[in-house]
Nanobody, 121 residues
Framework: QVQLVESGGGLVQAGGSLRLSCAASGSIFSINAMGWYRQAPGKQRDLVAHITSGGSTNYADAVKGRFTISRDNAKNTVYLQMNSLKPEDTAVYYC???????????????WGQGTLVTVSS
């Protein structure tokens, strides 16, 4: 009923940049918040950045000053600009959205399929 599609992942050298995009579609009445999580092999899935519909943001300490989250509420899209990338940023990045469904009014915490970011040294 809700689909999140990520794009923008790939292979970059340390110090480079990537921009991830995530577009939400489906029977969505509203999206309260969207965010990005990441999971490296053998590690847990951790929050990278989060943004509310009103524009309030927070970031993991490891990415502060390097990553910027933004959104286009009209397009139900969230972005993650990643600068000064480090090898330790290598992970699968997952988009997340807290949505209210149009017909039922139910809340749904939706996840994308993930996009792989690989940073080489």
């Amino acid at each position: 009923q809700v689909q999140l599609v990520e794009s923008g992942g790939g292979l970059v050298q340390a110090g480079g940049s990537l921009r991830l995009s995530c577009a939400a579609s489906g029977s969505i009445f509203s999206i309260n918040a969207m965010g990005w999580y990441r999971q490296a092999p053998g590690k847990q899935r951790d929050l990278v950045a989060h943004i509310t519909s009103g524009g309030s943001t927070n970031y993991a300490d490891a990415v502060k000053g390097r990553f910027t989250i933004s959104r286009d509420n009209a397009k139900n899209t969230v972005y993650l600009q990643m600068n000064s990338l480090k090898p330790e940023d290598t992970a699968v990045y997952y988009c997340n959205a807290y949505t209210i469904l149009r017909d039922s009014g139910a809340a749904l915490n939706a996840w994308g399929q993930g996009t792989l970011v690989t940073v080489s040294s």
